[in-house]
Every structure is written in C-alpha cells, then in structure tokens.
C-alpha cells in the first residue's frame, strides 16, 4: 500500500513552458485535492475531485487545469507556466471521512 | 482572505517545556479542527483532530483546546522533546459540500536540548 504518490519530486520549467504533476492513491478514496505551499501562506487548495468525473475550483484555481478520469489519478497540468507558480505542491486524498493523506510533495521552480 | 489565522509564525522552546500554538476562525459554520504535522521535505501529516462538541482532546503529550464562543483553538504539546521539532498547521473545514480543508499559515517549532 504506497498511499499518495506524486512525481515528479523536483521539476524546473521555464516561463511559459507546461507540464503535468502527477497524482497517484491505492487506498480507494473518492476525494483528492490539490495544494500548494508558500512560505508564510500555509497551504492553498488548488482544485478538488469528490469522485471520478467531477472537479471543482479551490481558492487559487488560475493558471492550473485538472481532470479526474480514474479514482487513482488526479493530475494537475500548468498550462502556461509563470514565475509565480514557483512553489511546493501537494496532492492529497481521504475518504468520506476527515482524515486527509498527504503525498510527498512536487518542489516546482519556475524561472 | 485567510479563513484560519495562525499564530505565532515561529516558536523556539527549551527540551521539557511546554509548546502552545493558537488558531483563530471566523466562518461558524466549520465542524472540524485538525492540526498538521510537517516535517521537512514530507507531506502534512494529521496529528490530532477536534470537533466543536468537546472543549477538550487529549493525545499523549499533545492536547487540543477548544473554545467555540471565542471561535479560537490551540494546540498544546506537553514535555517537547527536539523530536517535536516541525510545521505545524491548524485547519478547519465543514461537514456540508465538498468538506474542503483550509489551512493556517503554519508555526515552526524548534526544541533545543
């Protein structure tokens, strides 16, 4: 059981540049989420899956796409990339309860 | 706006002593109050967790206070050990919708021996 897996661990883009960060459960859970950390803001909800199919925005949704085609994956895809998504991201996924799992984290820098 | 206001942004206590973080909210409507813990280049992890129902929730050395007129919350960690050491986020969410999670800013905690 690996939990929440995310990769790449580090990635540099240049600005303008798009890419995938990939998001991967084994524990069956309908919910999954996205975050990104920045220092002094804590953490920031980016978009949300409750359920294969359905995404929804989270407080800071500009700039970043996703989709839900499977339980397992929820991808979060930078479309055009700005030095202003430089940051650490962090997928996570729960249940129907409230403990939310947190995967490693995808140290992004955007020059 | 930040939904959860954390304080302090850091904090050094001395090997024994007692760690006290505070979380204030706004929104009445939120059910549940975690706290986070992180440690460097891992993932949050759920430490402990409270609902608004108990004033109180104790885990080992760590205790959750909870005082719903004054819509405020602290994490209290007995006997710190440099173990301890870490981030540490409030949360807080709501059991209607999508029961999203919304972060404090974090404390960082430093035990020195």
């Known amino acids: 059981n690996a939990g929440v897996t995310q990769t790449p661990k580090f990635q540099v883009l240049k600005t303008g540049q798009s890419m995938t960060l990939q998001c991967a459960q084994d524990?069956?859970?309908?919910?999954m989420s996205w975050y990104r950390q920045d220092p002094g803001m804590g953490l920031r909800l980016i978009h949300y899956s409750v359920g294969a199919g359905i995404t929804d925005q989270g407080e800071v949704p500009n700039g970043y796409n996703v989709s839900r085609s499977t339980t397992e994956d929820f991808p979060l895809r930078l479309l055009s990339a700005a030095p202003s998504q430089t940051s650490v991201y962090f997928c996570?996924?729960?249940?129907?309860?409230?403990?939310?799992?947190f995967g490693p984290g995808t140290r992004l820098t955007v020059t | 706006q930040q939904q959860v206001k954390q304080s302090p942004q850091s904090l050094i206590v001395q090997k024994g002593g007692i760690s006290i973080i505070n979380c204030a909210y706004e929104?009445?409507?939120?059910?549940?109050f975690p706290w986070y813990q992180q440690f460097p280049g891992k993932g949050p992890a759920l430490l402990i967790a409270?609902?608004?129902?108990?004033s109180e929730k104790k885990e080992g050395r760590f205790t959750i206070s909870f005082n719903k007129s004054a819509k405020q919350f602290s994490l209290h960690i007995m006997d710190s050990q440099p173990g301890d050491s870490a981030t540490y986020f409030c949360?807080?969410?709501?059991?209607?919708?999508?029961?999203?999670?919304?972060f404090g800013t974090g404390t960082r905690l430093t035990v020195i021996p």
């Open positions: 929104n009445t409507a939120f059910d549940y």
């Open positions: 409270i609902r608004p129902d108990v």
């Open positions: 949360a807080a969410s709501k059991q209607t919708g999508a029961n999203n999670l919304f």
């Open positions: 524990m069956n859970h309908e919910y």
């Open positions: 996570a996924s729960r249940t129907d309860v409230y403990e939310q799992y």
